[in-house]
Protein backbone atom coordinates (compact mmCIF):
# COMPACT_ATOMS: atom_id res chain seq x y z
CA UNK A 1 0.00 0.00 0.00
CA UNK A 2 1.29 3.53 -1.04
CA UNK A 3 1.68 5.81 1.84
CA UNK A 4 0.54 10.04 1.35
CA UNK A 5 0.63 12.81 3.17
CA UNK A 6 -1.50 16.27 2.84
CA UNK A 7 -1.11 18.99 4.89
CA UNK A 8 -4.29 20.32 6.00
CA UNK A 9 -2.75 24.04 5.40
CA UNK A 10 -5.88 26.56 7.14
CA UNK A 11 -5.36 30.06 6.49
CA UNK A 12 -3.92 31.43 9.52
CA UNK A 13 -6.84 34.40 10.15
CA UNK A 14 -9.97 31.28 11.06
CA UNK A 15 -12.15 32.65 9.10
CA UNK A 16 -14.05 31.19 6.74
CA UNK A 17 -12.19 28.30 7.12
CA UNK A 18 -9.56 28.44 3.91
CA UNK A 19 -7.59 25.45 2.94
CA UNK A 20 -4.34 26.01 0.90
CA UNK A 21 -4.34 24.49 -3.16
CA UNK A 22 -3.22 24.62 -6.37
CA UNK A 23 -5.39 26.41 -8.82
CA UNK A 24 -3.03 25.84 -11.61
CA UNK A 25 -2.45 23.65 -13.89
CA UNK A 26 -5.23 22.01 -12.07
CA UNK A 27 -6.75 22.48 -8.62
CA UNK A 28 -5.60 20.07 -6.28
CA UNK A 29 -4.58 19.75 -2.73
CA UNK A 30 -0.39 19.08 -2.11
CA UNK A 31 0.39 15.89 -1.10
CA UNK A 32 3.58 13.89 -1.46
CA UNK A 33 4.18 9.94 -1.04
CA UNK A 34 5.93 8.71 3.00
CA UNK A 35 9.21 8.27 2.67
CA UNK A 36 9.81 4.44 5.17
CA UNK A 37 10.68 5.59 8.84
CA UNK A 38 8.87 9.11 7.98
CA UNK A 39 6.27 10.36 10.00
CA UNK A 40 2.83 11.87 8.21
CA UNK A 41 3.19 14.73 9.60
CA UNK A 42 6.84 15.58 8.71
CA UNK A 43 6.41 14.91 4.96
CA UNK A 44 3.08 16.75 4.97
CA UNK A 45 4.78 20.02 6.51
CA UNK A 46 8.19 19.64 4.00
CA UNK A 47 5.78 19.08 1.39
CA UNK A 48 4.08 21.63 2.02
CA UNK A 49 7.09 23.85 2.07
CA UNK A 50 8.68 22.54 -1.00
CA UNK A 51 5.46 22.24 -3.22
CA UNK A 52 3.12 25.23 -1.94
CA UNK A 53 6.17 27.39 -0.88
CA UNK A 54 4.08 27.29 3.00
CA UNK A 55 6.44 27.11 5.72
CA UNK A 56 4.70 25.22 8.36
CA UNK A 57 5.08 26.12 12.61
CA UNK A 58 3.45 22.70 13.56
CA UNK A 59 2.01 19.85 12.43
CA UNK A 60 -0.33 17.75 13.91
CA UNK A 61 -1.86 14.31 12.80
CA UNK A 62 -5.38 14.70 12.18
CA UNK A 63 -5.97 10.77 10.93
CA UNK A 64 -6.05 9.06 7.84
CA UNK A 65 -8.11 7.82 4.88
CA UNK A 66 -7.54 4.47 2.62
CA UNK A 67 -11.10 5.44 0.83
CA UNK A 68 -9.72 8.52 -0.66
CA UNK A 69 -7.42 6.55 -3.67
CA UNK A 70 -7.73 2.62 -4.02
CA UNK A 71 -4.29 1.31 -2.94
CA UNK A 72 -3.39 4.31 -1.06
CA UNK A 73 -3.33 5.35 2.46
CA UNK A 74 -3.59 9.02 3.23
CA UNK A 75 -2.69 10.87 6.16
CA UNK A 76 -3.63 13.87 7.15
CA UNK A 77 -1.49 16.74 9.20
CA UNK A 78 -3.25 19.45 10.17
CA UNK A 79 -0.46 22.51 9.65
CA UNK A 80 -0.18 25.61 11.05
CA UNK A 81 1.27 28.14 8.34
CA UNK A 82 3.46 30.87 9.30
CA UNK A 83 1.59 34.44 8.48
CA UNK A 84 1.84 36.38 6.64
CA UNK A 85 0.00 34.90 3.83
CA UNK A 86 -1.01 36.30 0.10
CA UNK A 87 -4.78 35.48 -1.05
CA UNK A 88 -3.10 34.11 -4.15
CA UNK A 89 1.12 32.89 -4.68
CA UNK A 90 3.26 31.01 -6.57
CA UNK A 91 6.36 28.78 -5.84
CA UNK A 92 8.39 26.25 -8.20
CA UNK A 93 8.09 22.76 -6.74
CA UNK A 94 11.03 20.24 -6.40
CA UNK A 95 10.71 19.30 -10.05
CA UNK A 96 10.93 22.98 -11.19
CA UNK A 97 7.32 23.03 -12.56
CA UNK A 98 5.54 26.71 -11.47
CA UNK A 99 2.38 26.42 -10.16
CA UNK A 100 -0.53 28.76 -8.24
CA UNK A 101 -1.58 28.14 -5.60
CA UNK A 102 -4.87 30.27 -3.73
CA UNK A 103 -7.41 29.45 -0.80
CA UNK A 104 -10.55 27.22 -1.05
CA UNK A 105 -13.10 27.79 1.26
CA UNK A 106 -13.87 24.55 3.19
CA UNK A 107 -17.58 25.55 3.64
CA UNK A 108 -18.25 26.94 0.09
CA UNK A 109 -19.53 24.79 -2.87
CA UNK A 110 -16.39 22.91 -4.40
CA UNK A 111 -14.94 24.16 -7.42
CA UNK A 112 -15.24 22.87 -11.05
CA UNK A 113 -11.88 20.75 -12.30
CA UNK A 114 -11.13 18.90 -9.26
CA UNK A 115 -10.39 15.30 -9.88
CA UNK A 116 -12.83 12.72 -7.71
CA UNK A 117 -9.36 11.64 -5.25
CA UNK A 118 -9.20 15.56 -4.27
CA UNK A 119 -12.79 15.65 -3.40
CA UNK A 120 -12.89 12.73 -1.33
CA UNK A 121 -9.85 14.54 0.70
CA UNK A 122 -11.62 17.45 1.25
CA UNK A 123 -14.76 15.70 2.02
CA UNK A 124 -12.70 13.42 4.31
CA UNK A 125 -10.90 17.02 5.78
CA UNK A 126 -14.33 18.90 6.31
CA UNK A 127 -15.72 16.20 8.33
CA UNK A 128 -12.50 16.27 10.02
CA UNK A 129 -12.23 19.53 11.03
Known amino acids: MR ?6 ALHPD ?3 RRLAI ?5 IA ?6 A ?19 ETRAALLLGTSDDIVAGERWHFALC ?11 NAGPDGTLQRFGWLAL ?23
Open 3 to 8: LVACPV
Open 14 to 16: GAP
Open 22 to 26: ATHPQ
Open 29 to 34: LVHAEI
Open 36 to 54: PNARPENTAAQALYAIGGL
Open 80 to 90: RTVPPVRAQWQ
Open 107 to 129: DDTLPDGLTAPHDRAIDWIRAAL
